[in-house]
């Protein structure tokens, strides 16, 4: 009676086992269950044997196996046992079923023997030489996991793959296996993170002497989880430092300051010249409380955010009540211009058909950029004007005619597209966005610009104004209703973004007091004269100098410089203004102020724009 019971168990066992690698586990009661690579306590379920040891002695002793250290089971019937020899051979199907499948490559290494012929004769002795089959097989396997493991093609250009195969070939690895999975996350991961630790060293050291910007701008993951980066620059080095998850935390002027203050604290609070950010409510928010808690640290709207803003309200005008009535009048056309080419760009890229006609003609594609990003609009402009003649091609072309999914859709198209009229408007309209277009261009790297914002605003409106004036045919001296509105959207926004850092580091480059440079534009004044930059560049000299002796000296220092005085009245200190650039000027001719050319030699290095954190 007690066999058939067992029997009865073994076989229910057997028709599923727990782990097909070691179904025989179900047939003992586990009592300890040991680390991987150990021995496990164990009770059979049928003579209540127990057992401390690995899988092999429970399976020596289930199937009667003598001369493995351990007694046979008395229990197990011949049924019994052949059931279980039975689950075992299901098992071993069922693991190798599960095992990847090898499928062939379309190459074979080459015969070491030397008795494999190719279809026309012997392999000759170039060939062996070379080993043109073998390197043939090498591209497959490598090519294969590629294709298997659904890697870009693009990573076979990346150079440390290059160098990783051309080592392997030109030394003698006998038995040599790439790095495994948990290798390569940890202990090489932790390798290469400590050496690159060390090679950022050299980089930290002259934070003190060069200052540092820290720039932090907001993103979405490819999970769309709300990230902030931080990167911290000094001079033309960008190092990132962290990206903080903020899934699930709302995004507060006090939140976003406390992650600023971390990061102020390890970059080393008086290594941070100035913190860089985007215009948003809760980013300026953040700024000026780092402001009010660092007496040495401005926080800096990112220049191309706030570039991209005021080229936002100049495109896509809001129509309101009121006083905007005036200004949507003079920028309607703008937005008409805008919105006739987003139509057409949207009615080719969304249609299969239409689109299939246009890639006949034009070898470009049409650009569909995201509206976050900077000039999205600009550059949509451009790339229409790029493939005017193919669009006028596609739109007189037989297919088109044929092909009528939509008569007003088509219409539209045809008709804006042969329009002289419209394309005239379209050349206008890039031609006073394009110089706000080509500031966000000079702004939005990592190079240092701060220095050059100022000069760079003014003439960006200057040139507007010259294009604008050109189109209406009028005099400078004659009143133009749409410039008078550009330049207020334009001023508004440089009173929102203009910080006392730009005017102080346009005061510290000698290029702005040379002749030269003064006789470039009309109305051009040194910045010593201006009254608006002496007003932030005092508000400057008071923040980074408290003590009153400083606050003196370098006042004198600043006096000297202004108007080539004293020590700076020699002849090629006034002559190297115009020619070199601002870092050599002062390394050459500053000694004589130590305070003002210390600071010059931080300022002139700094960037002004937080996007350098999408870059990174």
Known sequence: MATSTSSSAASASSTSSSDIKAPLWDHVNIVERAPVGGNTKWQCKYCNHKGFSSYTRVEAHLLQISGKGINPCPKVTFEMLSEMRNEIQRCKELVQRAKTRQ????????????????????????????????????????????YSGGIPFNFARNPYLREAFAFAASHDLQGYHIPGYNKLREGLLREERAHIGKLLASTKSTWEQKGVTICADGWTDPQRRPLINFVAISGNSAMFL?????????????????????????????????????????????????EAEYDNIFWTPCVVHTLNLALKSICEPKPRNGEDEFVWHQLEFINTIRGDAATIKKILMNHGMRLSMFNKFSHLKLLSIAETRFASVVCMLKRMVEVKMPLKQMVISEEWAIYKDDNQISSFVHDTVLNEVWWNNVDFVLKITTPIHDMIRLADTDNPCLHLIYEMWDSMIEKIKKEIYLWEGKQPNEHSDLYSVIHDILVARWTKGNNPLHCLAHSLNP??????????????????????????????????????????????????????????????????????????????????????????????????????????
């Open 242 to 290: 962290r990206a903080d998850n903020c899934e699930g935390e709302v995004k507060t002027k006090e939140y976003i300051a406390e992650k600023l203050k971390y990061i102020i604290e390890e970059v080393g609070r008086h290594n941070v010249v100035q913190v860089i950010t985007d215009n948003a409510a809760n980013c300026k928010g953040a700024g000026l409380l780092i």
């Open 103 to 146: 499928v062939s490559m379309p190459t074979a290494p080459a015969s070491r023997d030397g008795s494999k012929r190719n279809k026309r004769g012997p392999i000759s002795a170039l060939a062996k030489s070379w080993a043109l089959q073998d390197c043939k097989h090498l591209d497959a396997l490598i090519a294969r996991s590629f």
């Open 511 to 616: 290029r702005f007091y040379s002749k030269e440079w003064l006789d470039e534009g009309i109305g051009r004044v040194p910045p010593h004269k201006d009254r608006e930059i002496s007003r932030m560049r005092m508000t400057c000299f008071k923040k980074f100098f408290r003590i009153s002796q400083e606050l003196a000296q370098v006042k004198e220092e600043y006096a000297k410089f202004s108007s080539c005085s004293n020590e700076f009245s020699d002849y090629d200190s006034i002559t190297d203004r115009w020619v070199s650039t601002p870092i050599a000027w002062w390394s050459s001719y500053g000694q004589d102020a130590p305070l003002l050319m210390n600071l010059a030699m931080k300022l002139l290095i700094q960037p002004a724009s937080s996007s350098c954190c999408e870059r990174n």
